[in-house]
Structures are given as C-alpha cells and as structure tokens.
C-alpha cells in the first residue's frame, strides 16, 4: 500500500496549533506595536513596576476570558460571569470567615465554596441554554441577575472582610516582579491550550461551534459538550473571584459589573469568532494584553479614563472588522 | 384554431457553471389557459420559472410576451408586466396580519405618510374576497393560519394587483385533499376572470383534474406540449422519461449477496408519516438497496429515523436478527449503522477543520488514549482511509473546504468506513459530484458490498440507482409504493411507481 506516500513531509506537530500560530501573528504584532509606542511615548511605561501593574491588573480579566473562550468556541455567549464572580466571592467570604478553624482550613473551604459556587452557576447556565435549545445570550443574562440578587441577599449587601493573613499575602505575592495571581491565570491558559489543542474535548468543542449537527450525527452528546463548556467558564468565575478576594482582601456583592463584556472583548479581540469553532486561547491571552496595555499606557501618556475607554471600544470594532477579512480570507 | 399566444418561449437556455438548466426550452401560453408543468427534479421547470419572474437572467432564446420582446431584470419588472409567482416556500411575514401580508408590497399611505390601516383592510378584504376566501379576518396574524390559508393567501397578495399570468409552484406539496379541491375551485375562478395560469406538480392527477394543456419537461429541454384531452397520464410519464432508456449496466452478478438479512425494519413509522402505511423492508448482508422517489416522498426521513437522528414514532430496527433500541446517532453507531447525509456542507463536514480531523470525527477512540489525541495515529488513518478511496488532496492538514465536491464526499465516507460498519446509509451519495469521481464512488460502493457492507442507497438519479442498485424500492407519500428487483429496472417503471400510479407486488429475490 502506498499509504505512506501520502503523508506529507512537512512535520506537523499538530494542525490546530500551527493554524492558531498564523492566526494569532496580527493580533501578536498589534500588541508589540502597542507596547513599542507607549514605551517611547512615556517613560515609565517599561519600568519594572508598570510592568508589574499591568500583570496585575489584567489578571481577573485574563481568567474570566480563558472560560468565556469554551463557552464562546461553542457559538455561545456568557453574560453572567461578572454576577457568579461576585456571587462565587460571597459564598467563598462567608466560608473563610467562619469562626472556630485554622487559617489553611478556612482557605481551603473557601477556594472549594468560590469555585463550586461559580460551577454551579455554570453547569444551570448550560443544561437550561442546551436542553431547551435557547440563546444563551437570554439564560446567561437571567443568570446575570440572579447570581448578582444571590449574592446581595447572602451577603446582605455588606461587604466581608478580615481573611487569614496567608490568603492575603498570596494576593500581593511577587516571584521576580511577577504577581503569583497572574502565574495563576498563566497557568489557566496553559492548560485551556492543552485541553483544547490536545484531547478529544477540545477537539469536539471546536467541531460544535463549527457544525453542531455533524458532530451529533457521528454520535457524540453534544449536551453534554455544552454543559461543560458553561461549567468551565463557571469554573473560571469562581478561580477569578478567589483571585480578586485574596488581591483586595474584601469580598463585595457588587464586585465585577461589567466584566463580563470586558472577557468577551478580550476573547473578541484574540480573533475568536463570535459564532463559534473558530479561535484559540492564544488569542484570548493576547486579547486580554491588548486591553490591559492600552488601559495602563493611555492613562500613562495622560489621556483620561473617559478617552482610554472610547478607544478600547475602538479596537473591539476594529478587531471584528479584522476578524471579518480574515475569516473570508482563510474561506477562499 | 388560431389564437396568438398571450407567452412565447423560444430555445430559451441558461446554464450554471456548465451545467446547462435549460438547454432549448419552447413553449406557447395561450391566454385564460391552465397549463401544467411536468418533468423530474432538476428537469428544468424551476429555473424556468425564476427566468420568467426576472430572477435570473437567460442566456439564449427568446421570451415574448403579447407579441413584444420581454426580458425581466428583477422580479419587480416581471411583477409589473403582470407576471406573478407563489412559490413552493411561503414568503410570508408569520407575525404581521393577513392584510398587512397581501399588501406588503405597497403599502397604502395616509396623507401624512402615515399607514393607512382602513384602506390596507379594505384591500385586503377584497383581495379576499376575490378568491372566495371570505372566512379569514384579515387583522388575523398569519402565524395563526393552517398552511393551507397560508398558500391561498399567497394567491390573494400576488393577484391583489393587476396579474395576468400566475405560476403555482408546487401548490399542493403541503395540502391535504380538501384543501387541494378549495385551491383548484380557486383556480377556477381565477380561470374564469380570464387570468392565465401556469400549474407546476408533481401529481398528475392533478394536472389531469384541473389543467387543459400539459407541457413536459426533461434534462433542461421541453419535450412536448399536449392538449390534456389527447394524452393519458401514461403517456405523460413516458414523455418524461423519454424513448431510448439507457440503462446502465451493474457486474450483474448477485455472487457478493451473502446469507442472510443484515439490517430488517419493521412496521417504522416517521414523525413525517403519523397517519400512512409505516414502512418495512429486509436489507441483505452486502445487499445495496436503492430508495427511489421524489423530493418529500420520505426517503430522508426513513434514513433519519433508523440512524436515530430523528426520533421515530413506531417501528423496530433489528441487526443481524437481533433488535436494537436506537434512541440517537452513538446508539446506531455502536450497532454497526454509518450514515452519509444528504448535505456535507450542513451535516456531513467541519469544513473550517483539518481533513485528517473531520475523517477521524467519527471514531476519535481510535486515535486517542485516555480522551488525549494522538496526532500521528490521526494522519495515518487519515492517509490510510483517503489512499483506500483514492482521495486528492494537497495536505492533511488542509481545511475539508478546500476539497473539490468529489472529495469532500470521499472525506465523508473515510469518516464512517473508519468505524467499519455493518450498514452504511447514503443520502444522495454523489450530488454535486463530478462524473469522474461519481464513478469511482460507486466503485468503492460496490467494493464494499463485496466485503459485506449492507447498503442502503436514496438517490433522486435514477440512472445511479439502475446502476448501482441490487434491488430497488420506490416511496410516494412516505410509503413504499414497490419494490423493483433488477430484472423489472426501467425508468418508467420507477416513475409510474414514483408518481403513484401502480402498485407493484413486491419482488424480494430469493
């Protein structure tokens, strides 16, 4: 058989990845243009402890758009994400301020209430869109008020505080100017990569937002694809509340409004597309850079908060219009 | 009798990409006539249609209408000549009242510019009216109305304005009995008021009931036009399929059908099919049994239904004599059951993927451990399946949408031969396929029926059927009007069958 010869040379290490590299040049080269012209244009952009803000700063925002990648890889949208990530941060404030345990128990109940919290509000957000076939646009948005109603009515709209000095200095914690709390999300993306890239899951997730019936006539449960999909970006909701408690050391219900839209842009911004089976987490990564740099260094160079968000809005809009050339692109 | 023609076509043709729709297409309407047009899908009466209602353009020939040139370029310069189409697909608004519907092309307007909703109503009413359809409120939403309505009120917008000729196509796809006797009353009438009308069905003895000439149509030509008095519904059924039936000659041999019944259904019964005869039928191991039909006779549905991809309202699938609950895709799959859809685009592929992963979607166990994916093993099976059915292809990493039709289509079977099954279930296995790799599909068909693969084949070409097929089966109305064995293949006998006009004993060899 001449099966061989039909291999091609070329070593492939893995399609997908060697796609997403191409993919994610524009976006790559956008970035460093950015950071090259903030750099020249104010001097303290590049200091060592800008740098360290900004990787602080975008953290939150880096986590939540790891989870919102699946759900919107899927050709879903989560719009609750800022809600259970409050919600997530008052179950877990209410678990690490129970009287009568050490401080590593107290942390470690309170990181399995944040991130079971966040996962619960996931896994309803999925079973109800998937069941039912609904947008999830329409359930993630009821979620958005329940979880943010839950979380006021647990926390009887007061803000918790006083937590185990160890989980706060994990919050502040640096190894060589880099936050630990980034490493934290670092890692998220490492592993959304592998999982996406490299397992039958993410295989599958990426051939649901392509061709959802194609998928479930070979015979996988698309349901259940789903349903995960929500659970980790509810699973994301919880880690980013732990992450934001052990930064600011208080857990507040009215934490994280709006974040939601500010994981999609990144994620929108990383080239995924919005109807779904097409971007990668790579992207997502350098999504969540791009606000982030643009943020620090247009506040850095003077211009007013006002200004900084008119222009991120900006780059969604151009991001898309981006995204729509290259999706043609790659179709001819 | 002498009367000028009120519409002349002449050698009229058009092609798509070097398919030619209509390859010398001629026909008179005579002016207050109901004139049928007949002829198998894809034989030239829908494109004829889009032509005449300035949807497309024609490339040769001549249209004239009352004596003068007549060329629409948009279906607003053919509505102005008076010409007027109700398409098999509704075009209604589901939300909007009825009266808005009839008047949605002109909307009549107060002095202010406003909506003048009384005299919309009026309109309306007598649009109505004018059909006899004075049960309907015209301030009802449409999205309340049976389809039936639906379809009259259709009629009553394209007639609302001054229209000479009115093309029914398909009208009665979607009706039950009675409503079809209201809608030819309403033919009638529009017949009477002097409005000349163009009749396209599938039903013949429709075209018989209502029509009083019949013009048929075959491989984008028109073939003859006949005074419905002077032909019967035999003769129009050989002017489809023409004289000289060439039938494509199969190995013959029936040496690869082995012992026993693969794949048995009984008494199924289709969501599509609640109330009609439920179908059943016996496939043999390395049997390749064809579904013959027309577009909506239920071939899909019966597909769908065994896969599990539809839910089914009755019936049992049993394998190998043993019965198996199908309750989805993975159930029929475990069985042994592949499926190759009608539609690659929308259900077979992941066009934006890699072919080494869209040829591996169906069995992915294979190719990995523990739920990781092993890229290697991947392209091996993806070399080894697409080598085995000679798949062209520049890289395995190449998006399944760079692929030619052909190949596309050979992706999609590498996809289920993966599995190995023991049944495999084609819809159209070679539409929008190339001659070439036509053939060397049925190759690799025929191969597999000769390592045993079950084969159950739907296809809308009868020449593919005669060619391929063991034994074939004919469905009208969601049932089985016959079963043909080889030595009985002819296309009228498919036709007749197709278009309900016998009923033929079934033949199962041995």
Same mark, same amino acid.
């Given at each position: ?48 402890? =800008? ?145 996406? =890239? ?135 | ?20 729709? @209509? ?69 209604? @608004? ?30 309306? &009413? ?186 089914? @309202? ?73 080598? &085995? ?5 520049? &890289? ?20 289920? @031969? ?93």
């Amino acid at each position: 058989m001449s099966a061989v010869d039909n291999i091609p040379h070329i070593p492939e290490k893995s399609p997908m990845s060697f796609r997403s590299v191409i993919n994610n040049a524009g976006i790559g080269i956008a970035l460093l243009l950015m950071i090259l012209f903030f750099s020249v244009a104010s001097e303290h952009f590049l200091s060592a402890n =800008n740098i360290t803000n900004i990787l602080t700063q975008i953290t939150i925002n880096l986590i939540l758009a790891v989870g919102m990648t699946f759900v919107i890889l899927i050709g879903g949208i989560d719009l609750s994400v800022g809600s259970v990530m409050a919600f997530a941060a008052v179950v877990a404030g209410k678990a690490i301020t129970l009287p009568g345990l050490g401080a590593t128990e107290l942390i470690i109940l309170a990181v399995l209430a944040g991130v079971i919290a966040g996962m619960v509000c996931g896994i309803l957000n999925g079973v109800v869109s998937a069941y039912w076939s609904l947008p999830s646009f329409i359930i993630t948005l009821g979620m958005l008020n329940i979880a943010r109603g839950a979380a006021l009515q647990i926390s009887e709209a007061q803000t918790i505080y006083s937590f185990p000095f160890a989980f706060e200095e994990f919050g502040s914690m640096l190894i060589y100017g880099v936050p630990v709390v980034f490493l934290v999300a670092l890692a998220l993306v490492v592993i959304a990569w592998f999982v996406l =890239n490299r397992t039958v899951f993410g295989r599958l997730i990426y051939g649901i937002g392509n061709n959802e019936e194609a998928v479930r006539l070979a015979g996988h449960p698309v349901f259940w694809y789903k349903v995960a999909a929500f659970s980790i970006c509810g699973l994301t909701a919880g880690i980013a509340a732990i992450i934001y408690m052990a930064r600011l050391n208080i857990s507040s219900p009215i934490a994280g409004i709006g974040f939601e839209l500010n994981a999609i842009a990144a994620v929108i911004i990383g080239g995924t597309s919005l109807s779904g089976g097409r971007g990668s987490v790579i992207g997502t990564l350098l999504g969540a850079f791009i606000i982030g740099v643009l943020a620090n260094g247009l506040i850095l160079i003077g211009l007013s908060d006002f200004v900084r968000q008119m222009i991120t809005g900006l780059v969604i809009v151009i991001a898309v219009i981006l995204d729509h050339y290259r999706a043609k692109y790659s179709a001819s | 009798m002498t009367v000028s023609p009120l519409l002349s076509v002449t050698h009229l043709r058009k092609s798509f990409g070097g398919i030619h729709a @209509l390859d010398g297409v001629s026909f008179e309407l005579l002016a207050g006539e109901v004139h049928a047009l007949v002829g198998e899908n894809g034989a030239g009466k829908s494109t004829l249609i889009k032509v005449l209602s300035g949807v497309h353009m024609f490339e040769a020939g001549e249209i004239t209408l009352d004596g003068a040139p007549f060329r629409p370029a948009s279906p607003h310069a053919a509505k102005l000549a008076g010409i007027q189409v109700v398409h098999q697909e509704f075009n209604l @608004l589901n939300d909007l009242s009825v009266a808005e519907n009839i008047s949605i092309e002109a909307m009549p307007k107060t002095r202010l510019g406003l909506l003048d909703r009384a005299e919309m109503n009026r309109r309306a &009413r007598a649009a109505l009216d004018a059909i006899g359809l004075s049960d309907v409120d015209v301030t009802t939403p449409v999205r309340s109305l049976g389809i039936a309505h639906r379809q009259l009120i259709e009629i009553a917008r394209a007639l609302q304005s001054e229209s000479r000729i009115l093309i029914l196509d398909e009208p009665t796809a979607t009706l039950t009995e009675r409503e079809t006797e209201r809608l030819f009353e309403i033919v009638a009438g529009i017949k009477a008021k002097g409005v000349t009308v163009v009749f396209v069905s599938h039903h013949l003895e429709e075209v018989f009931g209502i029509c009083d000439r019949v013009t048929v149509f075959r491989n984008g030509e028109t073939i003859a036009t006949r005074e419905i008095a002077d032909v019967t519904p035999a003769d129009v059924v050989r002017f489809m399929v023409g004289r000289t039936l060439e039938e494509a000659q199969h190995a013959g041999s029936e040496a690869h059908l082995g012992a026993g019944v693969a794949l048995s259904v009984e008494a199924l019964r289709t969501t599509a099919n609640p109330a009609g005869a439920p179908v059943s039928f016996d496939l043999r191991r390395g049997e390749i049994l064809g579904i013959a039909g027309l577009v909506g006779a239920g071939r899909t549905e019966v597909l769908r239904a065994i896969f599990g991809a539809d839910p089914k @309202l009755a019936g049992e699938v049993r394998l190998d004599g043993s019965p198996v609950q199908i309750t989805g895709p993975r159930d029929a799959i475990a069985a042994g059951i592949g499926f190759v859809t009608e539609d690659r685009k929308e259900e077979g592929l992941i066009l934006d993927m890699p072919i080494s992963a869209n040829a591996s979607l169906v069995d992915l166990g294979a190719v990995s451990r523990r739920g990781l994916l092993n890229f290697g093993r991947e392209r091996e099976m993806a070399a080894q399946g697409g080598a &085995r059915l000679k798949l062209k292809y520049g &890289r395995l990493s190449d998006h399944a949408a760079s692929l030619s039709g052909g190949n596309q289509q050979k992706v999609v079977l590498a996809k289920w @031969l993966a599995a190995t099954p023991k049944v495999l279930l084609l819809d159209e296995p070679t539409r929008g396929v190339d001659v070439g790799a036509k053939a060397e599909i049925y190759g690799i068909l025929r191969d597999l029926a000769a390592q045993g693969v079950s084969m159950l084949v739907v296809s809308s070409e009868m020449p593919e059927l005669i060619t391929l097929c063991d034994r074939i089966m004919v469905m009208a109305g969601q049932e089985i009007q016959g079963t043909l064995a080889r030595p009985d293949y002819s296309q009228e006998r498919i036709l007749h069958l197709a278009y309900g006009q016998e009923q033929t004993e079934e033949r199962i060899p041995a």
